[in-house]
């Protein structure tokens, strides 16, 4: 209830309450005053009438000590003069007059008592006892219509004359004697006062007093709801329609301040943040079109290295080719060599033939040097390719390292931008999504670009392996190259110099041995380069698919920087 209250009744509510309560508590008081003076009166003159008859009581006791009235033995034979000589008695008739006369009640209730007038009622009897148990000195009760003062009765030497020892024995009146002591109460003056009087006139003062305060209530809440409209409610108006163009997007304009209290303050700071709005906006303005360029570049890029990708694949498909052919040279080789072992076996173990064996390692050898030499064009060509390779594969880690740059920036650019729009506070948070989703792609784009930079590292460290491990293929094809001239020429020497047939045969047989094991060695490195290669061509596959990952980041980052320059362009600054 209290928070769909308008703004204006709430002021107005709260300025009220305080001097609402002020005149209300003012109005009670002030009731209560002629409430306490009415009764407070009443109760003075009932006061007056239980002193009146006490002294007229003690009067009448001093004056029978002193002699001046006749004892009360004297009168025994007159019970109406002794009556009326009784002190007590006195006091009660001078009391009661008076009473009647002022318009009070007077009574004089007690136990047991001789008139049947005195017999106390339900409420007198209760008082009675609470005398009697205990040295109260008076008790005043206020009803609704009328007020009850009560005064203990103590007995006095004199009451004992009627009320004393013995008890039982009739007294000089006729009456049969309690056998009270003195100090003794047994009895109360009352006094009763009406209060109609009195409440009628408590409720005039209780009216004129409501008409008075809400006289004053009126024109107090008049005065303060025309301040508060023209101090309070029209500047908070004024900064409420401001809000609400700035909300709309209109950030031109601002309020005119010619207050310095706290309004004046408010809209003050409301002009220094539509400032800092349109400083803003502008910024991210200028910053979605350098995204809007840096997401063009960055697509253009990520084409170039699609591109690049696929070349690198269609390289190493041609490395693996030719490493699978120089394979299969090497085995050739491997084959040519284990048959000049055995012809070499043959030489030594049949002298007679060393002729026709010497004619057909001749002709071994000229095929061992056609397919030595052959060997040797062939891994020339692979280390020519594979590092070609290895160029390609630098400058991809150039476009790589372009990529990671490109999406650095790209990222500080979404970290201002969602800085900026924290700063904007709600209405920035439109800005804030779109830039956790550029910041998300940037970061997306530089993984894929890390991913990319890994392999293509491990790409030139193959293609380094491969370049060395060719290398050393060409050597040892080199070194059978010398080996088999050293046996051509060897097999020249065998016609001329017959003597040395065994020591070249079995240097021959050495070579061809140690030309195996190299063969062999080479063979095994041809199947890694073919592995390498393999693994090339397969990172390759994963450069071109990161490729076109990163192709289509950049298209969804081009996206998002339309998204964000058409979200700025709706700002009016």
């Known amino acids: 209830m209290w928070a769909r209250l308008s703004l204006k009744w709430k002021i107005l509510l709260i300025t009220g309450c305080g001097p609402l309560v002020l005149a209300l508590v003012m109005a009670w008081m002030h009731v209560r005053d002629v409430t306490d003076a009415a009764i407070g009166g009443k109760l003075k003159e009932s006061r007056s009438v239980v002193m009146m008859a006490e002294s007229v009581r003690e009067d009448m006791a001093h004056k029978h000590k002193l002699g001046v009235l006749r004892p009360l033995d004297e009168l025994k034979d007159d019970p109406a003069t002794l009556l009326q000589s009784v002190p007590i008695v006195s006091a009660m008739n001078t009391a009661a007059a008076r009473a009647a006369e002022a318009g009070y009640e007077f009574r004089v209730p007690k136990e047991s008592p001789r008139n049947p007038k005195n017999a106390p009622n339900d409420l007198e009897r209760k008082v009675l006892a609470e005398f009697s148990s205990s040295n109260l000195q008076e008790k005043v009760i206020v009803e609704k219509d009328r007020l009850l003062y009560f005064k203990p009765i103590r007995l006095s030497e004199d009451c004992l004359y009627c009320h004393g020892d013995p008890r039982g024995e009739k007294d000089p009146t006729g009456g049969v004697k309690e056998g009270w002591k003195a100090g003794e109460v047994h009895g109360a003056f009352v006094v009763i006062s009406s209060l109609k009087e009195t409440n009628a006139s408590i409720l005039a003062s209780e009216l004129t007093v409501g ?128 048959q000049a072992s055995t012809n070499v076996g043959t030489v030594a173990t049949a002298a007679e033939e060393m002729s026709a064996t010497i004619h057909e390692i001749a002709g071994n050898t000229d095929k061992t040097r056609e397919v030595t030499r052959r060997a040797v064009a062939k891994a020339s060509s692979a280390s020519q390719r594979v590092d070609q390779l290895g160029v390609a594969a630098r400058e991809i880690g150039k476009v790589t390292e372009t990529i990671t740059a490109i999406s650095s920036q790209t990222n500080l650019l979404a970290l201002n931008a969602t800085i900026e729009a924290a700063r904007a506070g709600e209405a920035g948070r439109g800005f804030a999504v779109v830039a956790n989703e550029i910041k998300e792609l940037a970061n997306q784009t530089a993984s894929a670009t890390e991913e990319i930079r890994e392999r293509i590292a491990g790409i030139q460290s193959s293609t380094t392996a491969t370049i060395e491990e060719i290398g050393q293929v060409m050597a040892v094809i080199e070194e059978v190259s010398a080996f088999v001239s050293t046996i051509a020429a060897a097999v020249e020497q065998q016609s001329s110099a017959t003597r040395d047939i065994a020591e070249n045969v079995g240097q021959a047989s050495m070579g061809i041995q140690e030309v195996n094991e190299n063969v062999s060695q080479a063979s095994v490195v041809t199947g890694e380069i073919a592995k390498d290669i393999v693994q090339v061509s397969t990172a390759s596959g994963h450069i071109s698919t990161s490729s076109t990952e990163l192709k289509r980041s950049s298209e969804n980052l081009s996206m998002l920087a339309g998204a964000l320059e058409g979200l700025v362009k709706k700002f009016k600054v």
């Open 211 to 338: 008409a008075v305060t809400m006289g004053i209530l009126l024109l107090v809440g008049a005065v303060s709801w025309l301040q508060i409209r023209a101090s309070v409610l029209r500047p908070l108006r004024e900064a409420g329609d401001y809000l609400e163009r700035l909300a709309d997007g209109d950030m031109t304009g601002e309020l005119a301040v010619s207050r310095k209290d706290e309004l004046g303050d408010m809209q003050g700071h409301l002009n220094h943040m539509a400032t800092n709005l349109r400083v803003i906006v502008r910024d991210i303005t200028e910053r979605a079109r350098v995204l809007l360029g840096s997401s063009a570049e960055l697509e253009t890029m990520s084409d170039g290295l699609l591109r690049s990708a696929e070349e690198l694949s269609a390289k190493s498909n041609t490395v693996a080719t030719a490493s699978e052919e120089m394979n299969a040279n090497m085995n050739s080789v491997a084959a040519a060599m284990e």
